[in-house]
């Protein structure tokens, strides 16, 4: 059993930074990459940033230039850092987790909310 625990969400200003975090825990587990997404009030659940256990990233075009995705392999954790945040970034952030046996997890989310 995989655990995905989420942190640093919360209420920042428009033109603003904030950094997302998400811890795996468990055992006897391969993450093959993680990722985070995203829920906006009415709007399906989308894909912000990914990242495999070889470094390689992929990101919505909406966040692309200000959003940046990161892990420690060893420790797993994988780090989202958002900067220039819009009202429009305003959702519930989800992490994610793939694991080789292709068995998928998620967190419990965190909000994040751009407002003046």
């Known amino acids: 059993q995989v655990q995905l625990v989420e942190s640093g969400g919360g209420l920042v200003q428009p033109g603003g930074s904030l950094r997302l975090s998400c811890a795996a825990s468990?055992?006897?587990?391969?993450?093959?990459?993680m990722g985070w997404y995203r829920q906006a009030p009415g709007k399906q659940r989308e894909l912000v940033a990914r990242?495999?256990?070889?470094?390689?990233?992929n990101y919505a075009d909406s966040v692309k230039g200000r959003f940046s995705i990161s892990r420690e392999n060893v420790k797993k954790v994988v780090y989202l850092q958002m900067n220039s945040l819009k009202p429009e970034d305003t959702a519930v952030y989800y992490c994610?987790?793939?694991?080789?046996?292709?068995?998928?997890?998620w967190g419990q989310g965190t909000q994040v909310t751009v407002s003046s």
């Open positions: 994610h987790a793939l694991l080789l046996s292709l068995y998928d997890y």
């Open positions: 468990g055992s006897g587990f391969t993450i093959a990459a």
């Open positions: 990242i495999t256990s070889g470094g390689s990233t």
